[in-house]
């Protein structure tokens, strides 16, 4: 029979303070990890003398990363990253949560031979200073490129540390040169691409950009800059299609979103927007050039305290087309410029001429938009004298005056129809008991004022 030896009280006192000074002193060599806790799950992700190969799952503490926001861990995310694209297996990257990775500008590309996840539990920061740029592309942070199948999770946060960029802007300061700033996350030439549950605060200019990319979902983001912030755009979309972005809170100094290029297919859905400037398609058409966007919806959104609500922009002297556009089921609060399209935009420190090129507008829906204006024209249509806006709808349009006066709408060689109640009235035509698909008008009428 086995026996056992019962400790005297003096005795396990010793003995705990000796467990608890061990413990202490592993939990100090494994700072980069999620803490106690995660000590006790580290043999899922394998044990320390595992060759890294055999693993699924990658910790940026792997790779040498110290995880207190002032060592520069740039290594070790690019080391785990071509580490986890040379797998033949769906491998995970986890950004450990508690702790503050710092990032210098970086480009992760593909192609990988799997699908790969970056989990962000814990924040990663880039460099307060600027000059961390020298010699580098000052438009790029964290920059993907060409990868398939890429997810970034994790509900952590990036952050731009963009005031000092800001400070240096020349829409802050007009006496400065206009310089270029970086995005915080750029998705270059992505393919079946998922971004979700992040905070992005505080971008160095856009926060996030998909340019060139394919089969994107977007979603339970928060994307955060002070209103006052300089070209912040929260989410940026350029010749990519088949992009959809959905429960998200925007909180910016430019565009909640930007859609430009020759883009299509983009859904959004359920977001919410202000400060910022709204949800626009454009600029299209600056320096002369052609842009394709066509076959955008916007489908429930809550905009409060914007410079603008719903917007096209587009440059003399452009070509090309924004169709296809239905922006419904929109709730505003203290928005200026709840619906326009100008089709004379010009974000220019000198003036812009007169062209007689543009980009043609058409086949655009207003549908259950209801709120309030801080401005008194609350519906815009400045559009080309030469190639003029067709295919307007309005239906169930209602703007109020936030201050209790009239609102009233506006039009130049703007063409189209609206139905049921809209308020203020259309200042093109209305056709009585006739109900149009959204996007199409037969018959137009001008009304170049209202």
Known sequence: ????????????????????????????????????????QLPQYGSPTTPLRSKRVLSLCDFGAK???????????????????????????????????????????????????????????????????????ARKWLYFYEVNHLTIEGGGTINGMGHEWWSRSCK????????????????????????????????????????????????????????SSPNTDAVHISSSRSVEIKHSIFKTGDDCISIVGNSSRIMIRDISCGPGHGVSIGSLGKSKSWSNVHDVTVDGAFLFNTENGLRIKTWQGGSGFASKILFKNVLMENVSNPIIIDQYYCDSQTPCHNQTMAVKVKNISFIHIKGTSATEEAIQFTCSDDLPCEGLYLEDVQL????????????????GSSFGLVDPPACFSVFDGFIKEPGISNSYSRVQSS
Request: contains cysteine.
């Open 1 to 40: 029979m086995g026996s056992f030896r019962l400790y005297s009280s003096s005795t396990f006192h010793v003995n705990a303070i000796a467990v608890l000074c061990v413990v202490g002193f592993w939990i100090s060599q494994f700072r980069c990890t999620e803490g106690f806790d995660s000590l006790l």
């Open 67 to 137: 995880g207190d926001g002032i060592h520069n861990d740039t290594k070790a995310l690019i080391k785990a990253w071509e580490k986890a694209c040379s797998f033949s297996v769906k491998t995970t990257i986890v950004v450990p949560a508690r702790n503050t990775y710092l990032i210098y500008p970086i480009y992760l590309g593909g192609p990988c031979r799997s699908k790969v996840t970056i989990r962000i539990s814990g924040t990663i920061t880039a460099p307060k200073d600027p000059k961390a740029w020298s010699g580098l592309n």
């Open 400 to 415: 109020q005056s936030c201050i209790g006066e009239t609102t009233r709408s506006s039009c130049w060689e703007a063409y």
């Open 172 to 227: 802050r300061n007009p006496k400065k040169p206009c310089r270029h700033a970086p995005t915080a996350i750029t998705f270059h030439k992505c393919k079946n691409l998922k971004v979700k549950d992040l905070m992005l605060v505080d971008s160095q200019q856009m926060h996030m950009a998909f340019t060139n990319c394919i089969r994107v979902l977007a979603s339970y983001l928060k994307l955060v800059a002070p209103g």
